[in-house]
């Protein structure tokens, strides 16, 4: 299907494909409200990853995403960079886009920098693993299960984008609640009048 003969969605063997979609990150903003940050801080490091992600999204290339909002950032075996690259300036955000190519994660700070590139994410296998999501995801979901304090963003080749924490994947709330909504109980405390 094209509109002003660009196309934007096919339909193969019964399968719907969008050149025009891009995820939506409720999940990221979500996970991040979980965090004693600034409201600052959470809008700049939503940005930054958005940005991230549309881009490979859209030049179809996988990539993880480190938001390390420890203090002092964790050390992760990468490209460092002695100048770290503040990525709320919109060209060091380009470059950081591209940086997303490169094989391994980024590590971003909750001061919206660049510290790292190429990042290797490791840790001891843990339950919860799938293996059809390949090595970038279970890399990533075991990092985080033994760093506190981080939210990996694993964009896959294939455009499919989760979010994980504390060696699992982020559900958001709202999905959550749709699925396994129960009805309120009144609360039955008494007063203290009697």
Do not use: W
């Not at 399968?15 to 939506?24: G, L």
């Not at 990539?63 to 490209?79: S, T, Y």
């Amino acid at each position: 299907m094209t509109v002003n003969d660009q196309p934007v969605c096919s339909f193969a063997d019964g399968s719907y494909s969008s050149s025009t979609h891009q995820a939506k990150l409720f999940e990221i903003e979500e996970a991040l409200l979980d965090y004693d940050i600034s409201g600052t801080v959470r809008s700049n490091l939503f940005h930054i990853a958005a940005s991230i992600v549309h881009h490979a999204e859209s030049e179809h290339f996988g990539c993880a995403i480190v938001l390390d909002l420890n203090e002092p950032l964790g050390k992760i075996a990468g490209q460092n960079l002695v100048a770290p690259l503040d990525l709320e300036r919109s060209n060091l955000l380009d470059l950081a886009c591209d940086l997303a190519r490169v094989d391994g994660a980024l590590q971003i700070g909750a001061d919206g920098h660049l510290h790292r590139f190429g990042c290797l994410l490791d840790g001891e296998a843990i339950s919860g693993e799938d293996r059809a999501r390949g090595a970038r995801y279970n890399s990533s979901l075991r990092f985080t299960a033994h760093n506190p304090n981080t939210i990996i963003v694993v964009v896959s080749s294939d455009r499919r984008v989760s979010v994980l924490r504390d060696g699992k994947k982020y559900e958001s709330q709202l999905e959550t609640r749709g699925r396994t909504e129960r009805p309120v109980q009144p609360n039955h405390q008494s007063s203290p009048n009697g």
